[in-house]
């Protein structure tokens, strides 16, 4: 239960200390004095929105810090995955669990004194308290909230099979991601394989060697100036071998040295003389042989010097287009295509991916088809206990229908929920034309169903009699009542019924510029509930039916 609530320079409240009691607690006073204050603090250390200007004028922050005295049952669902509870006993007694709120300049949130990301506290602050006012009504029209109380009717195992089936979505789609990633790469991976292909066939037609770059083009340079080298060695060769009408060189030494041979007869010492001219001759000889060899193999051919220039030309290119400097360097890349261009690697992580996902698809059908089933068989006893709850909050006649509609399934199931309620043989959606009397009864009446299934230690209803007045008033104060036997309420109200029937009693009055919160004793609690009355037969006979609704409140209780 709630037991203290702590207020600084939030609106109207420059300081309160209010304290609340188990059972029924109800805040009445006259209209403008304050009392959502208490609402919008709870929505603070809720976790809740909150609006800059809700801090007071002239303070530079607003603060809230609300106790709660949780028994086990509560804790052990809290206290999971919640550092700042890591410490309280689960097991034996009751806990004491503080929300605190700071607005300001610089806002923060904190779980027992731990400052906590507000996320965090609104998590947690949703299984503590339950808050229900004209913003909670309005969000009743919505699908949404239609979807979340119905799944919260069909109690915490189903609410568990709603989070895996969130979980399983999210799952298939990191799946669905992942094999389409797959696919982008397969087909990537084809279209290398297809330039590797055009690459390899390329560079295998030439196997060049990886020095012929270089002598292609000295073959080239060789064979483009060949006839000039061509002339310039004839004209050597001439020199040296001579010809039909001059013996060159070759023909003079061989004579000179036959000569010297003759005179050596007569003349020793000129036969070495003759011996070397000899040696002379035979390497001239050598020499000629040589330079005609050299001039046979320069003959000019422009069919051999244009396919050495095709070829290098066709080397270069490949070169270019696979941007290296040299044929080793290229050889290199083409080896490493030919092994990229592989794709079974990414066929076999393709197939593992398709298995997984079909896996994973399977394993959310299946914890969709539960998600229904629950929701079907929720939704056959909401409708019922709505009905009956209606009828005893004065909507007698009137039916409440849960409409599931089958859709293709999402993150949210594969059918939607939609509340309609039926008043006049016609079934209309709660988002159309449900008037505000009607939807406050059936928002009490949702949460009266809510309290038996799937309670929360505390249920704060904001004027939930808004529009209500008469016979349906006391139904209304009996409903609040009955929540209250299984969970601590508090009500903001201008029905002296309710307040008849509450175990504890605040009055919200204004004290100058600001809001007093007071805990009303017996006496105190006729003179307001007198005033709650009005006053059309005087005020003695309103005090004394004041007496008479407390003395039923307390047989009530």
């Not at 109380?149 to 989070?163: I, K």
Request: charged share 20%; net charge negative; glycine share 8%.
């Amino acid at each position: 239960m709630l037991t203290d609530l702590v207020v600084r320079g939030l609106g109207t409240v420059s300081d309160a200390h209010v304290r609340f009691a188990p059972g029924l607690n109800v805040i009445t006073g006259e209209t403008g004095a304050g009392k959502t204050m208490l609402l919008r603090a709870l929505t603070l250390v809720l976790g809740g929105k909150a609006e800059p200007n809700w801090v007071a004028r002239g303070q530079s922050e607003a603060v809230a810090d609300a106790m709660l005295a949780l028994e086990p049952k509560f804790l052990s669902v809290l206290a999971a995955g919640v550092d700042a509870l890591s410490d309280i006993d689960t097991e034996t007694g009751e806990s004491v669990i503080t929300l605190g709120r700071v607005l300001g300049t610089r806002s923060r949130a904190s779980v027992n004194g731990r400052m906590v990301p507000a996320a965090i506290q609104a998590a947690l602050g949703e299984r503590l308290i339950a808050v229900h006012g004209q913003h909670e009504q309005r969000l009743l029209a919505r699908a949404a909230t239609q979807r979340d109380l119905l799944d919260r009717f069909a109690g915490p195992d189903h609410c568990a099979l709603v989070a895996r089936a969130d979980e399983l979505f999210d799952a298939v789609r990191r799946a669905e991601a992942e094999v389409g990633a797959l696919h982008d790469q397969l087909r990537a991976a084809g279209a290398l394989a297809l330039a590797a292909r055009d690459a390899c066939e390329a560079f295998d037609s030439l196997n060049p060697a990886d020095d012929e770059m270089e002598s292609l083009s000295q073959r080239i340079a060789l064979l483009s100036d060949a006839e000039n080298v061509v002339g310039a060695l004839a004209g050597s060769l001439s020199l040296i071998a001579g010809d039909d009408h001059d013996p060159g060189a070759q023909g003079r030494i061989h004579a000179a040295a036959r000569d010297l041979g003759r005179l050596a007869d007569s003349h020793p010492a000129l036969a070495s003389v003759a011996q070397r001219l000899t040696s002379i001759g035979f390497d001239v000889d050598d020499i000629a042989a040589e330079v005609t060899a050299v001039a046979g193999s320069l003959q000019s051919d422009p069919a051999v010097l244009q396919e050495a220039q095709h070829r290098r030309s066709a080397i270069g290119a490949l070169l270019r287009l696979h941007g290296k400097a040299d044929v080793q360097e290229l050889r290199v890349h083409v080896e490493h295509l030919r092994r990229s261009a592989d794709s079974h690697q990414i066929e076999r992580a393709l197939a593992e991916g398709v298995r997984l996902l079909d896996e994973r698809r399977a394993a959310w059908a299946g914890c969709l088809v539960e998600v229904s089933a629950g929701r079907a068989t929720a939704a056959h006893t909401l409708q019922a206990e709505v009905t009956g709850n209606l009828s005893r909050l004065g909507l007698a006649g009137a039916r409440f229908i849960v409409h599931l509609q089958a859709v293709d399934p999402s993150r949210y199931g594969a059918e939607t929920v939609e509340f309609q309620l039926d008043t006049a043989g016609v079934a209309v959606p709660l988002a159309d034309g449900v008037s505000g009397g009607e939807m406050s009864r059936v928002a009490l009446a949702i949460e009266c169903a809510l309290a038996g299934a799937n309670p929360v230690p505390v249920m704060a209803f904001d004027e939930v009699d808004a529009g209500i007045g008469g016979a349906t008033a006391h139904d209304v104060a009996a409903a609040l009542a009955a929540v209250s036997r299984t969970a601590q309420v508090i009500v903001v109200t201008h029905l002296p019924q309710v307040a008849a029937l509450a175990q504890h009693h605040i009055r919200v009055s204004r004290d100058g510029d600001g809001t007093k919160f007071t805990a009303l004793d017996e006496s105190a609690r006729i003179d307001e509930i007198a005033r709650m009355l009005g006053h059309g037969q005087g005020m003695d006979a309103a005090r004394e039916l004041a007496v008479q609704m407390l003395a039923r409140g307390r047989r009530i209780a």
